[in-house]
């Protein structure tokens, strides 16, 4: 499983690449503004910032909701870096934009995903990504841990070659129900991959270690 960190923070996408867990960025417009990043030049410059720490994927969102505007945005994002995954909403439009950035050998994230049939169409029109959101289906009273499960087993009756990308994970039991159910990437914040650090008994053994080393006089 591919992760990848949600954000437009210069700092936490640091922290995880140090980690040596990073695989690739996930960013939207509202991750860019909570930085305080506004402006296209300041949000293409920080694209390009982003993409000199990672060495995976980074998908950039376009803004355009019609298809010209999905098209003149994408070309523009995907000329910054080869590792720019240009991001396109599951809108009608949309669908047509992923259909013309998969013949043009344009990489694309299809985001906003909240149904098995939107993830199908994805699919059927060459998106690299498709990004179903957990978090905000569960918000919804609705299981997004079964519309991974959904997708994945789709995918895969078909061969298609369109990698699941869990986004909108919330904490950890969300990271390991989606390994468990085989999706390829999961994009979340970097307190969710840090959680994945934490369990008591590692804490309390450790402490104990210590302390045993220090009887000993070996500390």
């Known amino acids: 499983m591919k992760f990848f960190i949600d954000t437009a923070n210069l700092n936490d ?13 996930t960013t939207n417009p509202s991750l860019m503004a909570k930085e305080g990043i506004t402006g296209k030049d300041n949000v293409l410059r920080h694209y390009k910032q982003i993409c000199e720490i990672v060495e995976g994927d980074v998908s950039a969102e376009v803004i355009g909701t019609t298809f010209d505007e999905m098209i003149r945005e994408g070309e523009e994002l995907a000329e910054l870096d080869d590792n720019i995954v240009v991001k396109i909403p599951m809108i009608k439009d949309g669908v047509k934009a992923l259909k013309y950035f998969s013949e043009k050998g344009i990489r694309t994230n299809c985001t906003l995903v909240f149904s098995a049939g939107q993830a199908l169409l994805a699919a059927k029109a060459g998106a690299s990504y498709v990004s179903p959101f957990v978090g905000r289906l569960d918000d919804v009273s609705t299981d997004g841990i079964e519309l991974i499960e959904q997708i994945v087993t789709i995918y895969r009756n078909y061969g298609f070659t369109t990698e699941v990308l869990a986004a909108s994970i919330r904490h950890p039991m969300h990271v390991i129900q989606c390994a468990e159910i085989g999706a390829d990437v999961m994009t979340g914040p970097l307190s969710v ?21 220090k009887k000993a006089g070996t500390l």
């Open 193 to 213: 991959m840090t959680a994945l650090l934490n369990h008591p008994l590692t804490d309390i053994g450790l402490a104990k270690f210590l302390a045993d080393h």
């Open 13 to 25: 996408i640091r922290e995880a690449q140090d980690m040596g867990i990073l695989d690739g960025v």
